[in-house]
């Protein structure tokens, strides 16, 4: 029963349902210690740094918190190199994604992103009843010449997850700025590095290599994956600080609330922590892409903290056969499976499940 007049584009929508957690598989499959490698969380327990500035904070939410988060802000524009103005935070950088079809996308405007890439796009496009505009990945990489190509008088908006969800692939700054030159200055890019730090930093980086040449480029990174802070919901953008005030001007009342905006800052000051867990992932990462290379299962060039298996037509099966193996992944059906790379010894789990369904 659809109780009140629900706007056509939510009543269209699918309802959102999360990947499945390593419980209910485990109830699915009566089979016990089910591990998720579907969500490209950090496997490892928050620095115990941020769990005690949290404990702490917890003592004051009787009252609400700083709106603006700003010594966050301050923290991270200290970090970047960039002044206040140009940061803000969201609950999770898909927060910010929200805020910016809030202040970009009306009714019929279109929205540019390479498809497959993260989902969260087409679900906000449709949910303020944009037109979305995908352009094929080619070789699981973003087309940079045909996402240029896609934008029309009616683009507003365009997203650049970089690396790019599922697929783990990333383009350079200096591709990104030939990009960049060739997009008109009232439609927004958004580059999307929730993965930065798992990133090749010969990449370069959008922050020093594309705003100052590039008022339109605004780029969002999260604390949920290298941070390790996923149920916390903290993101962030940087911009110029004329559109950051616009994209402001969307933010739900205390948005960012106390027990975050205080993790969030211990994990800013506990920065070598992050850097050292980071550097286990990517040499799992490492170890990983080698294994399932002697498989015969290249992955292509992942610079997140996930690889992609090419299954195609076979991803629903194989999919099911990993997690009756325990082995919790996210599957694109007819497309692939995504696989978060997680500690040495979950890695083994799912690397000996592979083995075993794809011999199979
Ligand atoms: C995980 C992810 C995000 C954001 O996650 P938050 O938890 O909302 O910060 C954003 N973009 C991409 C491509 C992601 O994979």
Not at 180 to 191: M, T
Request: hydrophobic letters at 50%; one cysteine or more.
């Amino acid at each position: 029963m659809t109780i009140g007049r629900v706007r056509p584009a939510v009543a269209a929508m699918p309802s959102y349902r999360p990947g499945k957690d390593a419980k209910q598989a485990e109830a699915e499959h009566g089979i016990t210690d089910a591990i998720k490698l579907a969500s490209n969380e950090n496997p490892m327990p928050p620095i115990a740094g941020v769990v005690e500035a949290i404990a702490a904070a917890a003592a004051g939410i009787n009252r609400y918190a700083d709106h603006r988060a700003t010594a966050m802000r301050a923290a991270l524009a200290a970090q970047l190199g960039v002044a206040a103005e140009a940061v803000t935070v969201a609950p999770g950088s898909s927060g910010i994604l929200q805020q910016l079809f809030l202040t970009f996308v009306d009714a019929g405007d279109e929205v540019v992103y390479p498809w497959r890439s993260f989902e969260v796009y087409p679900v906000y496009t449709q949910l303020v009843g944009g037109t979305a505009v995908t352009v094929p990945l080619v070789d699981h990489i973003v087309d940079l010449d045909a996402v240029a190509d896609a934008i029309t008088p009616s683009t507003k908006l365009v997203f650049l997850a970089n690396a790019n969800n599922p697929t783990g692939t990333a383009v350079t700054t200096a591709q990104l700025a030939e990009f960049c030159a060739r997009v008109p200055d009232d439609v927004i890019v958004c580059v999307d590095e929730a993965y930065r730090e798992f990133a090749d930093p010969a990449l370069g980086d959008p922050v020093t290599d594309l705003l100052p040449r590039f008022p339109n480029v605004i780029v969002t990174r999260t604390f949920s994956k290298a941070a390790g802070l996923a149920g916390l919901r903290v993101g962030y953008a940087i911009a110029h600080p004329d559109l950051i005030a616009s994209v402001d001007k969307t933010q739900a009342p205390f948005a960012v609330n106390a027990l975050a905006q205080a993790g969030a800052l211990a994990a800013i000051d506990h920065q070598a922590e992050v850097d050292a867990r980071v550097a286990v992932l990517l040499a799992e990462r490492s170890r990983v892409v080698a294994a399932l290379t002697d498989l015969g299962w290249a992955p292509p060039t992942s610079q997140a903290n996930f690889v992609w298996l090419d299954t195609g037509e076979r991803t629903d099966g194989w999919f099911v056969e990993l997690e009756r193996r325990g082995v919790v992944t996210r599957p694109f059906t007819g497309e692939g499976i995504r696989v978060t790379i997680s500690t040495p010894e979950e890695n083994d789990r799912f690397l000996a499940a592979w083995a075993d369904v794809t011999s199979g």
